[in-house]
């Protein structure tokens, strides 16, 4: 373990077809170091597919890892959270089929934070007020949260598996 110590965090498997949910679990379990038997319950949003959440320990960056690994698998919707440690941002990933994977620094609170460079950057090419607007909605992270909310609703009161990162 670094001297950063430990975060938590996360991962929301908000849909996937019940033929990856093993594999969705060999990637959390191989980014973890400790087996993930994920609780599947059906999700309501997408008939024939199923979801399940884990909170999680470990090493700050292991968020990123989790979303490195899930996104192989571009049919399942996702997000993984890290919270803020010591020194360390926290951080949001989210996941959709058809506009792949946003991610952004969070503070302590859970907003997003968009850094000045951004802000910056995207005042510079935003041809007009509207522009600049989309790409603030965008920074925010807006598709992805549009597109995923109805599997969050749907998700309301699952359960929820705990595991800690070995190491």
């Known amino acids: 373990m670094n001297n950063r110590g430990k975060t938590s965090?996360?991962?929301?498997?908000?849909?996937s077809p019940s033929?990856?949910?093993p594999h969705v679990e060999w990637a959390i379990s191989g980014t973890l170091g400790v087996r993930a038997d994920l609780r599947w319950s059906a999700q309501p949003a997408a008939p024939g597919q199923l979801r399940a959440e884990c909170a999680w320990t470990g090493e700050p960056?292991?968020?990123?890892?989790?979303?490195?690994?899930?996104?192989a698998w571009p049919m399942i919707r996702f997000e993984v959270t890290e919270d803020p440690s010591p020194g360390v941002d926290g951080e949001r990933f989210c996941f959709a089929p058809g506009i792949g994977l946003w991610h952004?620094?969070?503070?302590?609170n859970g907003d997003v934070v968009v850094a000045e460079d951004q802000l910056?950057?995207?005042?510079?090419?935003?041809?007009?007020?509207?522009?600049?607007?989309?790409?603030?909605?965008?920074?925010?992270?807006?598709?992805?949260?549009?597109a995923l909310e109805p599997f969050r609703r749907a998700g309301d009161g699952a359960p929820v598996t705990w595991l800690h990162r070995v190491g």
């Open 9 to 15: 965090g996360v991962v929301y498997v908000h849909s």
């Open 19 to 21: 033929a990856v949910c």
């Open 61 to 71: 960056g292991t968020g990123a890892q989790l979303s490195g690994a899930l996104k």
């Open 104 to 108: 952004a620094r969070a503070a302590a």
């Open 120 to 146: 910056r950057a995207l005042a510079a090419k935003a041809r007009a007020g509207e522009s600049f607007a989309h790409g603030v909605d965008a920074l925010l992270g807006r598709p992805w949260d549009d």
